[in-house]
């Protein structure tokens, strides 16, 4: 990597069971077969403190009000941005499976007031591309393990799709949004495109803030 050139903070977004996990994987080992230094990471990072707090809370073990849990999710990301943040400068691109957005979809879909739960996150860095993948409620309801976790209910991820559905036109100009019903490999072919034009892009840009 020549001196200067930064990665890119790529994130995976979209509500539970949209393939997020499968993209960042093919997206990882396509970056990584062309030797592009690339890391994966997502969010909750349930291994810290406040990690293993929020995956309580997430399997149901743990009981927390709307606006705690909101704030852990936020500074789960806090807590590792100083560490994000020099990867990058490094010349690593990150491939982030979820981040801001799932934390003020899921918070707003609750009920909270939606710009309450954007201001914990303003401060952060600020993604090159984010990626939605969005598919109906019911598509996503049918895939596996549907219904294990506290928020796997086709009502509430309808109200979490709205939300991001608000950010997504909000935030055109770095939003990205995929057709999730599709076979993973089209997905990927499309995600594949759009960061390879992405990366030459951004590595001369400063990094951002939200
Ligand atoms: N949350 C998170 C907040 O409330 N606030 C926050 O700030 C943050 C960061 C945990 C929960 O936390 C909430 C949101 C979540 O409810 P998580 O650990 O990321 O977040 O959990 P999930 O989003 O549920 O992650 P999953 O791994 O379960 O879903 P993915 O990653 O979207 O989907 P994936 O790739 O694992 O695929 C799910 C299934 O679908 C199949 C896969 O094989 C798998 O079986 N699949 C496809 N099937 C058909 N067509 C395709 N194109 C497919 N792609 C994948
Ligand atoms: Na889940």
Request: charged residues 45%; proline residues 4%; contains cysteine.
């Given at each position: 990597m020549s001196a200067g050139k930064r990665g890119a903070l790529i994130i995976f977004e979209g509500?539970?069971?949209?393939g997020k996990t499968t993209q960042s994987r093919l997206l990882v080992e396509l970056l990584k077969s062309k030797d592009v230094p690339v890391q994966a990471m997502n969010f909750?990072?349930?291994?810290?403190n406040i990690g293993q707090v929020i995956n309580s809370y997430l399997t149901n073990s743990k009981d927390l009000s709307d606006e705690v849990i909101h704030l852990m999710f936020s500074a789960n990301r806090w807590e590792h941005m100083n560490q994000l943040k020099q990867k990058l400068l490094e010349g690593k691109t990150l491939i982030v499976d979820r981040y801001s957005y799932s934390g003020v979809a899921y918070s707003a879909a609750k009920g909270l007031d939606f710009d309450w739960c954007y201001a914990p996150e303003r401060g952060l860095l600020k993604p090159d591309a984010v990626f939605y993948l969005r598919a109906p409620a019911s598509d996503l309801a049918s895939?596996?393990?549907?219904?294990?976790?506290?928020?796997?209910?086709a009502e509430f991820q309808e109200r979490v799709a709205k939300v991001f559905d608000r950010i997504c036109s909000k935030e055109a100009s770095y939003w990205h949004q995929f057709d999730?019903?599709?076979p993973a490999e089209d997905l990927h072919a499309q995600i594949a495109s759009i960061t390879d034009e992405l990366l030459p892009k951004v590595a001369t840009q400063p990094l951002d803030k939200l």
């Open positions: 509500c539970d069971r949209s909750p990072e349930r291994s810290s895939r596996g393990q549907y219904g294990e976790e506290r928020y796997e209910k999730a019903s599709q």
